[in-house]
């Protein structure tokens, strides 16, 4: 069975930084592309960032370098490293994989700016 669990969210103040993690099972991880998702109350899902298998990475234009996605093979986990946080940017964030023909979702971990 696969399974993607986040970690890492909170409160924190505007200005401030926070490291999610995304723990993976049941994948050959050093072989998958790596995603995070985020969605803020009342407004639909949005791509944030991603790490293929080889390392290349993409960001949405909103994380103006603020965020850095990272992964370790060892571990079989992403990461993603906000710093310079917004109220903006308060939503739940989900880590996503598509893994043999299908897509796969950990259930999000919840970050809040406050200003």
């Known amino acids: 069975q696969v399974h993607l669990v986040e970690s890492g969210g909170g409160l924190v103040q505007s200005g401030g930084s926070l490291r999610l993690s995304c723990r993976t099972s049941g994948i050959r991880f050093s072989l998958a592309h790596m995603n995070w998702y985020r969605q803020a109350p009342g407004k639909q899902r949005e791509f944030v960032a991603r790490i293929a298998s080889n390392g290349t990475t993409n960001y949405a234009d909103f994380v103006k370098g603020r965020f850095t996605i990272s992964r370790d093979n060892t571990r079989n986990t992403a990461q993603l490293q906000m710093n310079s946080l917004e109220p903006e940017d308060t939503a739940v964030y989900s880590c996503?994989?598509?893994?043999?023909?299908?897509?796969?979702w950990g259930k999000g971990t919840l970050v809040t700016v406050s200003s």
């Open positions: 996503n994989t598509n893994w043999v023909g299908r897509s796969f």
